[in-house]
């Protein structure tokens, strides 16, 4: 089913988008993803995209670097929005796979 797209983009409807991102990342666990949601928090932008560009398998710190541009309220944001919470996304598969691995092993051990 298709839902009707509204033109108008705003930062209150991005905002609402990056929140339910941020929802799917959760609590940081990791010192790299306490940096990057700070940096993140404080509007510090760049900080959090070097951190992507030299982190490039987390999806957790690729979420976030992704989310900076979006407040930019540009054509492009819609896409930027769909590319941080598949980053999210991913990271939430990745870490329930890690959680399902480690409850086997330990059920089968």
Same mark, same amino acid.
């Given at each position: 089913?298709?839902?009707?797209?509204?033109?108008?983009?705003?930062?209150?409807?991005?905002?609402?988008?990056?929140?339910?991102?941020?929802?799917?990342?959760?609590?940081?666990?990791?010192?790299?993803?306490?940096?990057?949601?700070?940096?993140?928090?404080?509007?510090?932008?760049?900080?959090?995209?070097?951190? *992507?560009?030299?982190?490039?398998?987390?999806?957790?710190? &690729? /979420? +976030?670097?992704? %989310? @900076?541009? =979006? !407040?930019?309220?540009?054509?492009?944001?819609?896409?930027?929005?769909?590319?941080? *919470?598949?980053?999210?996304?991913?990271?939430?598969?990745? &870490? /329930? +796979?890690?959680? %399902? @691995?480690? =409850? !086997?092993?330990?059920?089968?051990?």
């Amino acid at each position: 089913m298709m839902q009707a797209v509204s033109s108008e983009l705003t930062l209150e409807k991005v905002n609402q988008a990056i929140n339910a991102i941020l929802e799917v990342l959760g609590t940081p666990e990791t010192e790299l993803h306490r940096q990057a949601l700070a940096a993140f928090q404080n509007g510090d932008h760049q900080t959090v995209k070097r951190l *992507a560009s030299t982190n490039l398998s987390d999806y957790y710190v &690729k /979420a +976030l670097g992704y %989310l @900076g541009g =979006a !407040l930019k309220l540009t054509p492009n944001t819609d896409t930027i929005l769909a590319e941080s *919470a598949r980053s999210a996304a991913d990271f939430a598969k990745e &870490k /329930a +796979l890690k959680q %399902l @691995g480690e =409850a !086997l092993a330990k059920a089968l051990s």
